[in-house]
């Protein structure tokens, strides 16, 4: 059993910067995927970024593609969200989950994903 825990959401400004980091915990931890999903109100959780266990290769949504970055630290079983350059759009709870290899399934899925934190909010307003 994974244990998914977020910290790091709080209130910005537009324009301001935020780094979510996320710890796992568990008899033994070593998934496939690390993601970042956000859920807006109103709106059905989004995918927002992943990294691969292995090689730390990333990928991200399009609305995030340049101001947002994901790493991990293998060592101390972490995921981090840096978010640079934050939009009102942004505003959302963050979920940290965790995914194991799963043929046919896109990393951008929540279906590829099996733990899940209880999520952190970032709230970006003025």
């Known amino acids: 059993q994974v244990q998914l825990v977020e910290s790091g959401g709080g209130l910005v400004q537009p324009g301001g910067s935020l780094r979510l980091s996320c710890v796992a915990s568990?008899?033994?931890?070593?998934?496939?995927?690390m993601g970042w999903f956000r859920q807006a109100p109103g709106k059905e959780r989004e995918f927002v970024a992943r990294?691969?266990?292995?090689?730390?290769?990333?990928r991200y949504a399009d609305s995030v593609k340049g101001r947002f970055t994901i790493s991990r630290d293998n060592a101390k079983n972490m995921v981090y969200l840096q978010m640079n350059s934050l939009k009102s759009e942004d505003t959302a709870v963050y979920y940290c989950?965790?995914?194991?290899?799963?043929?046919?399934?896109?990393?951008?899925?929540?279906?590829?994903?099996?733990?899940w934190g209880q999520g952190t909010q970032v709230t970006v307003s003025s």
């Open positions: 990294i691969l266990w292995s090689d730390s290769t990333p």
């Open positions: 989950a965790s995914g194991p290899f799963l043929s046919r399934i896109a990393t951008t899925e929540e279906k590829a994903y099996d733990s």
């Open positions: 568990g008899r033994t931890f070593s998934p496939f995927v």
